[in-house]
């Protein structure tokens, strides 16, 4: 397929992809802090880029992109911008919603912004789920691709949290115009282990949350949250390449093994 983002195709491109495939991938991010090396749009970039990549591999559809997620404690940094969560879930269910209409069966959403961005997306795709009968499902790499991130990490524990050395050589391997290596830091602040926000580390675990100055702390005033002098391309392009073989496989069976059938199919009013 030449063309896999939709906004790139016309419409007739759509209604004959849909004669034969149901399945569409619809990628959210956010633009907020990312320390002193990696751009505002970190999140948004990865969810595009893993898309783009993906749908090419696989002649699937990407939707238009959302670039801004539910990201307050990064507020603590200038150039950070957030929605409220009601407006993130009111988004994706219109933006949703709008594909069902057409006939989109199988909705998978990749969400840039890991874990964050995921209460207000689960209950867009929950409420949905429950109205359309849509198969819709959520990639975030804090999940989809956590086997080979415990495997290709190298930092101690508590190192994986926020611009740490996965996102961080993510980014070297998609955009290295984008990212200054020269400036990656360390922050694994003494934590409670109730506290550790580590995914891969495991433990009994509290949930809290953050406002801007306790997260500008928690973060050195520097942004980050873990640890990025790990970082290298040669990571970032292994990580990025488990990912697209999970995502092969999740397309695979979504064509395969999923059978859906829609039910109000209406137009987001
Ligand atoms: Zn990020």
Redesign the pocket.
């Known amino acids: 397929m030449e063309n896999v983002w939709l906004q790139e195709n016309k419409w007739q491109d759509v209604e004959e992809y849909l004669q034969t495939k149901k399945t569409i991938i619809v990628p959210f991010g ?1 633009v ?1 802090q ?1 320390a002193h090396h ?1 751009p505002l749009g ?2 948004s970039f ?1 969810a595009q880029k893993v898309a783009e990549d993906i749908g090419k591999l696989t002649d699937t559809l990407v939707a238009p992109p959302t670039w801004t997620g539910w990201a307050p404690h990064h507020m603590a940094y200038p150039g950070t911008v957030t929605m409220r969560p009601e407006t993130l879930t009111a988004v994706a269910e219109d933006l949703l919603q709008s594909l069902i209409y057409h006939g989109f069966e199988k909705l998978i959403i990749v969400n ?3 874990e964050a961005n995921l209460p207000p997306l689960r209950i867009a795709m929950t409420r949905l789920r429950n109205k359309t009968g849509a198969f819709i499902s959520i990639v975030d790499p804090f999940y989809f691709n956590k086997e080979k991130g415990k495997e290709l990490r190298k930092s101690a524990p508590g190192g994986i949290g ?2 740490e050395e996965l ?1 961080s050589s993510h980014m070297f391997y998609l955009f290295p115009d984008l990212c200054d290596p020269s400036k990656v830091q360390t922050n694994i602040p003494e934590k409670h282990r109730f506290l550790e926000h580590d995914p891969f580390i495991e433990g009994d675990r509290l949930l809290t949350a953050s406002d801007v100055s306790n997260y500008r702390e928690a973060t050195n005033g520097v942004g980050l949250m873990g640890d990025a002098a790990p970082s290298d391309k040669a990571t970032g392009e292994a990580y990025h390449k488990a990912f697209l073989e999970n995502f092969a496989e999740l397309i695979r069976y979504c064509e395969e093994e999923v059978e859906v059938v829609l039910r109000n199919q209406e137009i987001p009013l």
């Open positions: 956010s907020e990312h990696l970190t999140d990865v840039g912004h890991r926020h611009a996102e």
